[in-house]
T-cell receptor, first 112, second 112 residues
Framework: GESVGLHLPTLSVQEGDNSIINCAYS??????FIWYKQESGKGPQFIID?????DKRQGQRVTVLLNKTVKHLSLQIAATQPGDSAVYFC???????????FGQGTRLTINP | EPEVTQTPSHQVTQMGQEVILRCVPI?????FYWYRQILGQKVEFLVS????????KSEIFDDQFSVERPDGSNFTLKIRSTKLEDSAMYFC??????????FGEGSRLTVL
């Protein structure tokens, strides 16, 4: 069945360093991918998305990379700040589907 | 900025009782969703709703669950006879046409 998963459940980085959060997906028919940030006690918050016809997309301090060959998605956060501490989820949607399927999540901790 | 709102923020109920969770999606959105998140776990899809009917539902969404859009603004999730394992955060989300889902802050359900 379709599934989206993450390589690491936790990641600790120094403030100011760059962070890379990885995600593997198994549904080769997925055409839309998205990263959400979830702070404690809150709902998922959109960070950045990418469609399958792209390999890279940049936002403010964030970059998403998509490697369809190995079905891998990553989120890069530049110059991490204390406010970046959260759980990060990748999610994917199949062609013609309406639902997003979420991965397990990676907890990002920023050390001062 | 428009947002998805959910009530109540927290509900405590006895096992076997009925619970209704309410959501007001973003006003011009067309697709509506309920997800749940058991503490410390990933966000799980329950049901999607479009054009006044369920468009997709997961295995979790059994006969004890129902959704309704009784008027032009509210979107509700009803659990007829709650079980202990229904304890979770329930997130409502909406989407305009395609792209990201916008999530509410969630309703925490505690079943005793």
């Amino acid at each position: 069945g379709e599934s989206v998963g993450l390589h690491l459940p936790t990641l600790s980085v120094q403030e100011g360093d760059n962070s890379i959060i990885n995600c593997a997906y198994s549904n080769s028919a997925s055409d839309y991918f998205i990263w959400y940030k979830q702070e404690s006690g809150k709902g998922p918050q959109f960070i950045i998305d990418i469609r399958s016809n792209m390999d890279k997309r940049q936002g403010q301090r964030v970059t998403v990379l998509l490697n369809k060959t190995v079905k891998h998605l990553s989120l890069q956060i530049a110059a991490t700040q204390p406010g970046d501490s959260a759980v990060y989820f990748c999610a994917e949607r199949g062609v013609g589907a309406q639902k997003l399927v979420f991965g397990q999540g990676t907890r990002l901790t920023i050390n001062p | 900025e428009p947002e998805v709102t959910q009530t109540p923020s927290h509900q405590v109920t006895q096992m076997g009782q009925e619970v209704i969770l309410r959501c007001v999606p973003i006003s011009n959105h067309l697709y509506f969703y309920w997800y749940r998140q058991i503490l410390g776990q990933k966000v799980e899809f329950l049901v999607s709703f479009y054009n006044n009917e369920i468009s997709e539902k997961s295995e979790i969404f059994d006969d004890q669950f129902s959704v309704e859009r009784p008027d032009g603004s509210n979107f509700t999730l009803k659990i007829r006879s709650t079980k202990l394992e229904d304890s979770a955060m329930y997130f409502c989300a909406s989407m305009l046409e395609t792209g990201e889902l916008f999530f509410g802050e969630g309703s925490r359900l505690t079943v005793l």
